[in-house]
């Protein structure tokens, strides 16, 4: 292992160890909504899906990620940036009566930025080997290098997702919205918690705030929101309630936004829509199971820590990096 | 042609050498009792193999949180893993060295099967050995021959709530067992077995064959390699009828083919029998002086008397019934009084040897004739096995019966001064003869058994409901302690420690005809199974129900 100049730096201390989840990013600001895409806008009220067909599959997609250890390299006295990161990206699949992770990958990269061309690694750990990959990226700023293992993450979520949607027949939701990492045309569901940017005018969100468990608003579109995408895909997206909010808490609780790229077609993401409207109150999670209960939907949580736990103890692997950097 | 790991060990809990935890594989299962091996390498290059029995069997979710995610996961909302993990109690390290390692995480656990079992069990290091039952898995369990004989132990103890076909019924199998099986039944050419039939008459049939024995349990029979039938060479003894003018069998469901057993008067003044007529534990020591004074003077009194007599001349008096040797009895007070016995104490003998006139005095004969006196003699030695019922007698005359076989049968195989041919005496309600607390000369005589049994060569099969009211010595010296069915708080006493905490609970479900085993060489009591009697308990089992039934008829006239 000669020539490795790369030594441990904790540059990523804060972030070593944290394991994300995916950071929902809604996109830009400036969007322009169309309501009117199902229904006029004066006719816009809840609307009540009817059941979907028996033994419909929902599969849920997620990925996590965690910095294992931030390195510096040194060469002639320029310091290049770089981290172990590792992550895992799974699939769980609810049927009536059983629900059944039928996925996970976990993979490890080594990062360096300022275009160093890291060497892959086997670093040994306990009874078995952890494959690094070498990763190079042009930057050398440590946000990005950061942001890096969240693309590398984001990407390998989109393959599954592409590959499912081929392979299965189901209603496919992933976490989070819907970005260029997921093929345009794939009928795919992207599951939306949060609410920081609004879409719909003071009056239209009314009708959100006003819907009942398993109903949704009309879909509405949104025009080239995908901040990756210079082309600008347009987005199908409807608001749905998937729980009742908690007593005290805002009635937005329990509301969630789900995404449709409009290429699927308006009929297709109906019909996902109202899959989704009916399905999901079923998978919301209880407020003492997980803190970002209700709208964390159950299956989701469990492969998150599945995922997690598949990643390795990081105190356990942070000590291998550590000892074979040592080593050199 | 290696067979599939059952599961591996755990690296969740620790694995230690005497215990360790195994992850059931998917499509594999262990269940309690079933017998596993895991090889594992030490640094010198050597495979140290480690064997055990199941013990514990546990399966839960994994990935789960709260006990209410069980319902989450059924309807198909959570996903979660199921596991299913064992736990070892570890019975054997090595076969010829013992290298006390763990097995380490991740090793493959195997079911052991054939030579690997035997060694598990110990049974590869039993040089004589016979069958004790089968394990549920319809393999035998074998016994140690060397811990039964004298050879190294002796004397087997058998606890059990009674109706649970338990504990006779295992004691004749045993018997049987070691009278049938090719193993041993040249060794047991010569033996004797006395069996007391204390409840019930099921003991009578021994010689009979039981022809609602079902093929089941024929085949268990045959995978242990015994033969199917009843006993051989079997003697039944009962009580004469009192109250009857001749002498004839007491037995309700059987007359054909028992004989009766009495004693003489002139027996019970020499050999000093008068003890045994006081021989409940609570009888105060000062009467058993007053009785040892009496003794005394009836054997004086019949020293020289021809053995072939059985009354009995006191003073210049023919006495020729019990009765009147308690009148001739009551009528020496100045001998209480020469040994200085106050008159409180003299009343109270007086008194208990009135009462046992009525009970016990139809045992006592001095109205035979000499060829009935030969005739009526409880000679056991030549027969295979003795079953002396003692089911229709008074409390009193059953321990007297007990007390003066066991002390003549002890006697007897001290003059011989041979550990060989062996001699089995199976007595159940033990706590009524070797009771924890007090003394009394039948717990003097079965302790005596129990201690010097095994050089005397006679081996006491001993049974009970509840060991914690048994003579603690008794159970000492028994090798091997069988539990069968035990009621909830008898199986938490330090009695049944052998059985380990999980078998002292599993003891209280356990079914009829099966038992937890327990011997020396195994550190851990065995699960097993012995069939239904091959021999008639009953009249209706028994080969020939319409002869018998006439013979029944015909006695009841």
Same mark, same amino acid.
Request: hydrophobic share 40%; aromatic share 8%.
């Given at each position: 292992?000669?020539?490795?100049?790369?030594?441990?730096?904790?540059?990523?201390?804060?972030?070593?160890?944290?394991?994300?989840?995916?950071?929902?990013?809604?996109?830009?600001?400036?969007?322009?909504?169309?309501?009117?895409?199902?229904?006029?806008?004066?006719?816009?009220?809840?609307?009540?899906?009817?059941?979907?067909?028996?033994?419909?599959?929902?599969?849920?997609?997620?990925?996590?990620?965690?910095?294992?250890?931030?390195?510096?390299?040194?060469?002639?006295?320029?310091?290049?940036?770089?981290?172990?990161?590792?992550?895992?990206?799974?699939?769980?699949?609810?049927?009536?009566?059983?629900?059944?992770?039928?996925?996970?990958?976990?993979?490890?990269?080594?990062?360096?930025?300022?275009?160093?061309?890291?060497?892959?690694?086997?670093?040994?750990?306990?009874?078995?080997?952890?494959?690094?990959?070498?990763?190079?990226?042009?930057?050398?700023?440590?946000?990005?290098?950061?942001?890096?293992?969240?693309?590398?993450?984001?990407?390998?979520?989109?393959?599954?997702?592409?590959?499912?949607?081929?392979?299965?027949?189901?209603?496919?939701?992933?976490?989070?919205?819907?970005?260029?990492?997921?093929?345009?045309?794939?009928?795919?569901?992207?599951?939306?918690?949060?609410?920081?940017?609004?879409?719909?005018?003071?009056?239209?969100?009314?009708?959100?705030?006003?819907?009942?468990?398993?109903?949704?608003?009309?879909?509405?579109?949104?025009?080239?929101?995908?901040?990756?995408?210079?082309?600008?895909?347009?987005?199908?997206?409807?608001?749905?309630?998937?729980?009742?909010?908690?007593?005290?808490?805002?009635?937005?609780?329990?509301?969630?936004?789900?995404?449709?790229?409009?290429?699927?077609?308006?009929?297709?993401?109906?019909?996902?829509?109202?899959?989704?409207?009916?399905?999901?109150?079923?998978?919301?999670?209880?407020?003492?199971?997980?803190?970002?209960?209700?709208?964390?939907?159950?299956?989701?949580?469990?492969?998150?820590?599945?995922?997690?736990?598949?990643?390795?103890?990081?105190?356990?692997?942070?000590?291998?990096?550590?000892?074979?950097?040592?080593?050199? | 042609?290696?067979?599939?790991?059952?599961?591996?060990?755990?690296?969740?809990?620790?694995?230690?050498?005497?215990?360790?935890?195994?992850?059931?594989?998917?499509?594999?299962?262990?269940?309690?009792?079933?017998?596993?091996?895991?090889?594992?390498?030490?640094?010198?290059?050597?495979?140290?193999?480690?064997?055990?029995?199941?013990?514990?069997?546990?399966?839960?979710?994994?990935?789960?949180?709260?006990?209410?995610?069980?319902?989450?996961?059924?309807?198909?909302?959570?996903?979660?893993?199921?596991?299913?993990?064992?736990?070892?109690?570890?019975?054997?390290?090595?076969?010829?060295?013992?290298?006390?390692?763990?097995?380490?995480?991740?090793?493959?656990?195997?079911?052991?099967?054939?030579?690997?079992?035997?060694?598990?069990?110990?049974?590869?290091?039993?040089?004589?050995?016979?069958?004790?039952?089968?394990?549920?898995?319809?393999?035998?369990?074998?016994?140690?021959?060397?811990?039964?004989?004298?050879?190294?132990?002796?004397?087997?103890?058998?606890?059990?709530?009674?109706?649970?076909?338990?504990?006779?019924?295992?004691?004749?199998?045993?018997?049987?067992?070691?009278?049938?099986?090719?193993?041993?039944?040249?060794?047991?050419?010569?033996?004797?077995?006395?069996?007391?039939?204390?409840?019930?008459?099921?003991?009578?049939?021994?010689?009979?064959?039981?022809?609602?024995?079902?093929?089941?349990?024929?085949?268990?029979?045959?995978?242990?390699? !015994?033969?199917?039938?009843?006993? #051989?060479?079997? *003697?039944?003894? &009962?009580?004469?009828?009192? @109250?009857?003018?001749? /002498?004839? %069998?007491?037995?309700?469901?059987?007359?054909?083919?028992?004989?009766?057993?009495?004693?003489?008067?002139?027996?019970?003044?020499?050999?000093?029998?008068?003890?045994?007529?006081?021989?409940?534990?609570?009888?105060?020591?000062?009467?058993?002086?007053?009785?040892?004074?009496?003794?005394?003077? !009836?054997?004086?009194?019949?020293? #020289?008397?021809? *053995?072939?007599? &059985?009354?009995?001349?006191? @003073?210049?008096?023919? /006495?020729? %019934?019990?009765?009147?040797?308690?009148?001739?009895?009551?009528?020496?007070?100045?001998?209480?009084?020469?040994?200085?016995?106050?008159?409180?104490?003299?009343?109270?003998?007086?008194?208990?040897?009135?009462?046992?006139?009525?009970?016990?005095?139809?045992?006592?004969?001095?109205?035979?004739?000499?060829?009935?006196?030969?005739?009526?003699?409880?000679?056991?030695?030549?027969?295979?096995?003795?079953?002396?019922?003692?089911?229709?007698?008074?409390?009193?005359?059953?321990?007297?019966?007990?007390?003066?076989?066991?002390?003549?049968?002890?006697?007897?195989?001290?003059?011989?001064?041979?550990?060989?041919?062996?001699?089995?005496?199976?007595?159940?309600?033990?706590?009524?003869?070797?009771?924890?607390?007090?003394?009394?000369?039948?717990?003097?005589?079965?302790?005596?058994?129990?201690?010097?049994?095994?050089?005397?060569?006679?081996?006491?099969?001993?049974?009970?409901?509840?060991?914690?009211?048994?003579?603690?010595?008794?159970?000492?010296?028994?090798?091997?302690?069988?539990?069968?069915?035990?009621?909830?708080?008898?199986?938490?006493?330090?009695?049944?420690?052998?059985?380990?905490?999980?078998?002292?609970?599993?003891?209280?479900?356990?079914?009829?005809?099966?038992?937890?085993?327990?011997?020396?060489?195994?550190?851990?009591?065995?699960?097993?199974?012995?069939?239904?009697?091959?021999?008639?308990?009953?009249?209706?089992?028994?080969?020939?129900?319409?002869?018998?039934?006439?013979?029944?008829?015909?006695?009841?006239?």
């Amino acid at each position: 292992m000669r020539g490795i100049r790369i030594k441990p730096h904790p540059w990523a201390q804060p972030y070593e160890g944290v394991v994300a989840e995916e950071e929902e990013e809604e996109g830009p600001n400036k969007v322009f909504v169309d309501p009117q895409v199902e229904v006029p806008r004066e006719k816009w009220a809840p609307r009540s899906p009817q059941e979907p067909p028996d033994g419909l599959e929902a599969i849920f997609v997620d990925g996590v990620r965690r910095i294992d250890v931030g390195v510096a390299e040194d060469d002639g006295g320029t310091l290049y940036w770089g981290m172990f990161g590792s992550y895992g990206v799974g699939a769980v699949v609810c049927r009536q009566g059983q629900a059944q992770v039928i996925e996970e990958v976990v993979e490890r990269c080594l990062i360096m930025g300022g275009d160093r061309i890291p060497q892959q690694l086997d670093i040994p750990c306990g009874s078995g080997l952890l494959r690094y990959e070498g990763v190079s990226l042009s930057s050398n700023q440590p946000p990005e290098i950061r942001g890096h293992l969240q693309k590398l993450m984001l990407q390998r979520e989109g393959s599954l997702v592409s590959r499912l949607g081929k392979e299965e027949g189901g209603l496919i939701v992933i976490d989070g919205p819907l970005t260029s990492r997921v093929a345009k045309g794939v009928p795919v569901i992207g599951y939306v918690k949060t609410h920081h940017r609004s879409y719909l005018d003071e009056e239209l969100f009314k009708v959100a705030l006003r819907l009942s468990l398993g109903t949704r608003t009309p879909l509405f579109q949104i025009q080239g929101a995908d901040p990756g995408d210079k082309d600008g895909v347009d987005r199908l997206s409807c608001y749905v309630r998937v729980s009742e909010p908690v007593p005290g808490h805002h009635a937005i609780g329990g509301i969630v936004r789900l995404e449709m790229w409009q290429v699927v077609g308006r009929e297709v993401a109906a019909r996902l829509a109202d899959w989704a409207t009916t399905i999901l109150p079923r998978l919301a999670s209880a407020s003492h199971w997980d803190v970002r209960a209700p709208v964390n939907l159950y299956p989701v949580a469990a492969l998150e820590r599945e995922l997690r736990h598949r990643l390795g103890d990081h105190y356990w692997v942070r000590r291998a990096i550590l000892q074979f950097l040592q080593r050199g | 042609m290696q067979q599939q790991p059952v599961g591996l060990v755990l690296g969740t809990i620790d694995a230690e050498p005497l215990e360790f935890w195994v992850g059931v594989e998917k499509g594999q299962y262990l269940q309690l009792d079933d017998v596993v091996y895991v090889d594992t390498q030490i640094p010198t290059g050597e495979t140290v193999t480690i064997y055990g029995v199941v013990d514990k069997v546990c399966s839960r979710y994994e990935g789960t949180r709260f006990d209410s995610d069980v319902f989450l996961v059924t309807e198909g909302v959570l996903p979660a893993g199921v596991v299913t993990v064992a736990h070892v109690s570890v019975t054997r390290v090595g076969v010829d060295k013992e290298v006390f390692v763990p097995p380490m995480p991740g090793q493959p656990v195997y079911r052991a099967l054939g030579e690997k079992r035997d060694q598990a069990l110990f049974f590869d290091a039993m040089g004589r050995r016979f069958p004790a039952g089968l394990s549920r898995d319809g393999q035998v369990v074998w016994a140690d021959l060397d811990f039964l004989d004298g050879t190294k132990g002796a004397h087997v103890n058998i606890a059990g709530t009674s109706g649970v076909a338990t504990k006779t019924s295992y004691a004749c199998f045993l018997l049987y067992s070691l009278f049938h099986h090719p193993n041993t039944q040249d060794e047991m050419k010569g033996a004797t077995a006395v069996i007391f039939n204390v409840k019930g008459e099921d003991l009578l049939f021994l010689d009979l064959r039981n022809e609602r024995l079902t093929s089941e349990h024929s085949k268990m029979y045959e995978r242990m390699g !015994l033969p199917v039938g009843p006993f #051989s060479r079997v *003697k039944i003894w &009962a009580p004469p009828r009192p @109250g009857w003018f001749g /002498i004839l %069998a007491d037995a309700d469901t059987r007359q054909e083919g028992v004989t009766p057993y009495c004693w003489t008067l002139r027996e019970f003044c020499q050999e000093r029998l008068l003890r045994f007529l006081f021989a409940e534990a609570e009888d105060e020591s000062f009467i058993s002086y007053a009785v040892q004074v009496a003794e005394r003077y !009836l054997q004086r009194e019949t020293e #020289s008397q021809p *053995k072939d007599q &059985a009354w009995v001349k006191l @003073g210049d008096k023919r /006495i020729t %019934a019990f009765d009147e040797l308690v009148e001739h009895l009551s009528q020496q007070g100045q001998m209480f009084q020469d040994a200085r016995i106050s008159t409180a104490t003299r009343e109270a003998f007086y008194r208990r040897l009135w009462a046992s006139v009525e009970t016990v005095g139809h045992l006592i004969r001095g109205d035979l004739h000499p060829d009935e006196v030969e005739k009526y003699r409880m000679d056991v030695w030549d027969n295979k096995v003795n079953v002396i019922s003692i089911t229709k007698l008074h409390d009193r005359a059953k321990r007297f019966v007990v007390g003066v076989v066991l002390k003549q049968l002890l006697e007897e195989k001290d003059r011989r001064g041979q550990r060989l041919p062996l001699l089995f005496v199976v007595l159940d309600e033990l706590n009524k003869y070797a009771p924890r607390d007090g003394r009394s000369p039948i717990k003097e005589v079965v302790l005596d058994i129990a201690e010097r049994g095994r050089s005397l060569g006679i081996i006491l099969i001993g049974a009970q409901q509840t060991a914690s009211e048994v003579e603690r010595r008794v159970l000492a010296n028994s090798s091997f302690r069988v539990a069968g069915r035990l009621d909830v708080v008898e199986a938490e006493r330090s009695e049944y420690g052998f059985l380990l905490s999980v078998g002292q609970r599993r003891a209280t479900i356990l079914k009829p005809g099966t038992l937890f085993l327990f011997q020396p060489q195994i550190p851990l009591p065995i699960l097993a199974r012995f069939p239904m009697p091959a021999w008639a308990t009953r009249p209706e089992e028994a080969q020939r129900p319409s002869a018998y039934d006439r013979v029944r008829d015909e006695a009841q006239i």
